[in-house]
């Protein structure tokens, strides 16, 4: 089959989006466990979960605005993302104070004892919301797509998500590195002692951390309800790629995360378009773990002092 | 022949009490209608039948990834249970329920075989829904002798003695969607996509091979598999594109269902552009797909919720009745209904609930009144059905377009393996 030179650059162009789009899906993804793991050195095998608690908010808001109106149905969405925040804020908060405050440190009880809670909020989705995938209705400005020119599809939902993506890692990065806050925070994972000797509350710095971290796991999951379904189990789908990301990136960096799912995003969906989904899944697996048996630390190294 | 009736329906009571008497001289072994056989007489392995009751077990995944397909087959099969006990049983026994949880694991199911049959001493069950629970049970249920009824459509290449398959195999599906696309639609390049296991793996073949061999002037331009549970599209799409297909064919499961649909419309490729037909997409993924993102587009399938008959009305009436308005019904939901309905037929054919004389019974059985119209027994345990293709609307409901005639199922198909 022959290809024109406008087919070439059309699918040129389609393709690097996609690869950006999966980016800022990965991206999404980690982040609330790259402050998380990265910070706090806390595995939250949980972490789906959160997003799928944040997914649930968002069809439970959509289905509350499907009895206010046609315009509620149409901009439920900016109203589900600051509460799918709060929802899994403030359940990862409760999370911190009943259990992982607990188990600081001890790194392998924490991930069974996530795990565990892994499997009671599926459960708990399920006894809530039945076992059917469930998946809110997506506002009309929100499907189909953009053409700049004839034979270019821009899928727009994909760059609804790139944007949130992008204001979520902002506001993390100046939260993190710009804000009183985070300088506590950074201070505390430094030298706990230290920080508590000069008056900082590190008990509620671990709180809140925890709680962020959920909130944007939460954020996530709201944004995929416009890609893909939510059942109760649809966290376990994301947190291998979730983890791939973090590890790889190098805990305890943010920028490590963003440069991470770049190279992941960008190296598997090349690799899809010219083997296919599963072997592109496999060679980036493969590649990942090559890359990380020489550089154990990940891609940037940690400045945590251990 | 058996009639599926509804308790409460007088014209059907009526129409089932002229019946009476040509069925009571059409059934062998039972020497009246009215009274019951001897327990001894018609259970000589042990099974779990008393004078007044026999009990069955229901073997699906209630929690776990997979309880979001087998919900409907639970309820299903639950709600055939309840109408031939309110229409008296089967050989004047009540049927009574074991419901055991496979918990979307394998070896789970395979050891929650082995206590309904061995502690339980169940006379059937109805259960398993992926094609990797079946091969799990499937030895228990060979060395303990016990009976399956297997609700799902499948890949085929499997016909064991103890268990009668009520979806479709492969070749019904596969081949007369195929031939309807090329002869219908003048579809002359596919392109193949799937998840990627078993499946869909063995689906494809079947339909490479058809397509190249026997679809004159047809070709596949494409074949692609995506991970159980993938959810990022693009790049597979913009390969789609590339190749421009008449048609894509596709067996893409489950939650990747979903993301595979949305996708491709906000990709600008939808029912009014490309055509598209998907095998696994029932009702029950409609309802999570969102019908606007699946509008158009087309399902092969042997049952839909829309299938204009008496029967199925009926059905679907008694199915929302039992379990809510908002229930839907997909293909294997009603494959499950069927299956305590052969099972019935065949134990009163044979006049006995021990699994040989069931088994040997159940060939030939016909149901006149199954909602997807009348269905018989083939001798390999799989069912003579009708493949339909539906197009979706945006109510998630499905027209249908195009019906076959009754299709021979052929799980060894000769020249396509």
């Known amino acids: 089959m022959d290809y024109s030179m406008q087919d070439l650059m059309a699918i040129t162009a389609m393709q690097g989006f996609a690869g950006l789009s999966f980016f800022s899906v990965l991206l999404l993804m980690a982040l609330g466990l790259a402050i998380i793991f990265g910070q706090m050195r806390v595995i939250n095998m949980a972490h789906g979960e959160f997003m799928v608690l944040g997914a649930y908010t968002t069809y439970m808001v959509s289905t509350l605005a499907a009895g206010l109106g046609p315009w509620a149905t149409e901009y439920y969405i900016l109203l589900a993302i600051p509460l799918a925040f709060l929802s899994a804020f403030l359940f990862g908060m409760l999370i911190e104070l009943l259990m992982i405050r607990h188990l600081y440190h001890r790194p392998l009880d924490t991930l069974l004892a996530t795990w565990g809670l892994a499997l009671i909020m599926q459960q708990g989705f399920r006894s809530i919301f039945g076992a059917r995938e469930v998946s809110p209705n997506t506002p009309s400005w929100l499907e189909g797509s ?64 925890f709680a962020l971290g959920c909130g944007v796991a939460g954020i996530a999951g709201a944004a995929f309800t416009m890609i893909s379904s939510t059942g109760p189990t649809s966290g376990t789908l994301y947190i291998v790629d979730t983890f791939l990301v973090v590890v790889f990136g190098g805990a305890g960096s943010i920028s490590g995360t963003v440069v991470s799912a770049f190279l992941i995003a960008q190296g598997q969906s090349i690799l899809e378009f010219f083997l296919g989904s599963s072997m592109a899944k496999v060679t980036t697996l493969l590649v990942i773990i090559a890359i990380l048996m020489m550089r154990p630390e990940g891609l940037f190294k940690s400045k945590v002092r251990r | 022949m058996t009639d599926i009736k509804k308790p409460f329906s007088r014209r059907k009571l009526l129409k089932s009490m002229v019946a009476l008497p040509i069925m009571a001289s059409g059934i062998a072994g039972s020497k009246s209608l009215f009274a019951k056989p001897a327990t001894s007489e018609i259970n000589t392995t042990g099974l779990a039948v008393t004078d007044d009751t026999v009990q069955v077990g229901i073997l699906h995944s209630l929690t776990g990834t997979m309880a979001i397909s087998e919900t409907g087959s639970v309820e299903a099969e639950t709600l055939a249970i309840e109408q031939i006990n309110e229409m008296g049983g089967i050989l004047g026994r009540k049927i ?30 109805m259960g398993c829904w992926t094609s990797a629970s079946r091969k799990a049970v499937l030895p228990v249920l060979e060395r303990e002798n016990g009976l399956l009824y297997y609700p799902t459509f ?23 969607s195929l031939n309807w696309l090329y002869n219908e639609k003048g579809v002359r390049s596919f392109y193949l996509v799937g998840s990627d296991y078993i499946w869909p793996r063995t689906t494809m073949k079947i339909a490479r091979i058809h397509i190249e061999q026997h679809l004159d002037g047809a070709s596949v331009v494409g074949e692609d598999y995506a991970p159980l549970g993938h959810t990022s599209f693009g790049s597979m799409i913009n390969r789609i594109r590339l190749r421009r297909p008449d048609a894509i064919y596709g067996a893409v499961v489950g939650g990747s269902n979903v993301a595979f649909f949305r996708q491709l419309v906000s990709a600008g490729l939808d029912g009014s552009n490309q055509t598209l037909l998907n095998l696994a997409t029932t009702e029950d993924e409609v309802l999570g797909i969102g019908g606007e993102n699946v509008e158009g587009f087309y399902s092969s399938m042997k049952y839909f919720q829309s299938l204009d008959n008496e029967n199925n009305q009926e059905f679907v009436r008694a199915f929302k009745a039992r379990w809510g308005e908002d229930s839907v019904i997909g293909d294997v939901t009603q494959a499950a209904y069927l299956g305590p309905w052969l099972w019935k037929e065949a134990v009163e054919r044979a006049g006995s609930f021990d699994v040989e004389k069931v088994t040997a019974h159940s060939p030939g059985i016909e149901l006149n009144q199954a909602p997807e119209g009348y269905v018989k027994v083939h001798d390999n345990h799989h069912l003579w059905s009708k493949t339909r293709i539906g197009q979706w609307r945006r109510d998630g409901q499905a027209d249908v377009v195009w019906e076959s005639d009754l299709i021979e199922p052929d799980p060894f198909p000769e020249g396509y393996q």
Do not use: C, H
């Open chain 2, 154 to 176: 499948y890949e085929g290449l499997e016909q064991s003695p103890n268990v009668i398959y009520t979806g479709q195999e492969a070749t019904q599906q596969v081949l007369a």
């Open chain 2, 96 to 125: 009574e329920i074991i419901t055991e949880d496979g918990a979307s694991d394998w070896p789970t199911f395979a050891q929650r075989a082995r206590k309904l049959l061995r502690e339980d001493k169940v006379a059937s069950i």
């Open chain 1, 146 to 209: 953009w053409r700049p020119t004839p034979m270019i599809d821009i899928p727009i939902n994909g760059m609804a998500i790139m944007a949130l993506t992008v204001i979520v890692t902002l506001g993390v990065v100046w939260l993190m590195y710009r804000s009183r806050w985070g300088l506590r925070v950074r201070s505390t994972m430094a030298s706990r002692e230290m920080s508590a000797a000069v008056g900082i509350n590190t008990r509620w710095v671990d709180r809140l951390t």
